[in-house]
């Protein structure tokens, strides 16, 4: 089975702020990940595709990057509203696998 | 409007079945693959298991091959998840999303395996 390793697990930012999270998978999964945010009490949300492809409703200050192993998710001037959890899944091959996800904070 | 509907779920003592239905509106259901995933209390996504649009491949997690099954009825826009002997560490939220990368998600329902 791919392992979806995510980093931190727990992220502490000021709104404003630009911040990082890594995703990397145990194998090369080319560009089959994909990135969602979990609100409290709420079901996941797709937040990216494919590893860079947005999608359509997404503020725009969330963007992504990588191929292979290493993905990133970047989310420009961290907002209050961008408080979750973020989990990325890999769908290069069964069984899908879901990173063990980041909590995002606010200062 | 995209919706995903599960219902079915409850409190089920440890060994004993139980059915999730998922209705889905607002899309040609029948062009889709689908997942359930889950959700235990407090802690991160599982995936649970797939089937093809018109339910050529199936696929399972390991922690629940043989024990569930996955099925749809396209003429009813209906997924579904029959689960037997069940066991405590099944307590979860189960979710129905379409699609690989899953662009749509239910709303979860609570199943619960508990003596």
């Known amino acids: 089975d791919i392992v979806l390793t995510q980093s931190p697990t727990t992220l502490s930012v000021t709104p404003g702020e630009t911040v990082s999270l890594s995703c990397r998978a145990s194998h090369s999964i080319g560009t089959n990940l994909h990135w969602y945010q979990q609100k409290t009490n709420e079901s996941p949300r797709l937040l990216i595709k494919?590893?860079?492809q947005s999608i359509s409703g997404i503020p725009s200050r969330f963007s992504a990057s990588g191929s292979g192993t290493d993905f990133t998710l970047n989310i420009n001037n961290v907002e209050f509203d961008d408080v979750s959890s973020y989990f990325c899944q890999q769908t290069q091959s069964w069984p899908r696998t879901f990173g063990g996800g980041t909590k995002l904070e606010l200062k | 409007e995209v919706q995903l509907v599960e219902s079915g779920g409850g409190l089920v003592q440890p060994g004993r079945s139980l059915k999730l239905s998922c209705v889905a509106s607002g899309f040609t259901f029948s062009n889709y693959g689908m997942n359930w995933i889950r959700q235990a209390p407090g802690k991160g996504l599982e995936w649970v298991a797939y089937i093809s649009s018109g339910s050529s491949y199936i696929y399972y997690a390991e922690t629940v091959k043989g024990r569930f099954t996955i099925s749809r009825d396209n003429a009813k826009n209906t997924l579904y998840l029959q689960m037997t002997s069940l066991r405590s560490e099944d307590t979860a939220l189960y979710y129905c999303?379409?699609?690989?990368?899953?662009?749509?998600w239910g709303q979860g329902v609570m199943v619960t395996v508990s003596s």
């Open positions: 494919y590893a860079s």
């Open positions: 999303a379409r699609h690989g990368g899953a662009d749509y």
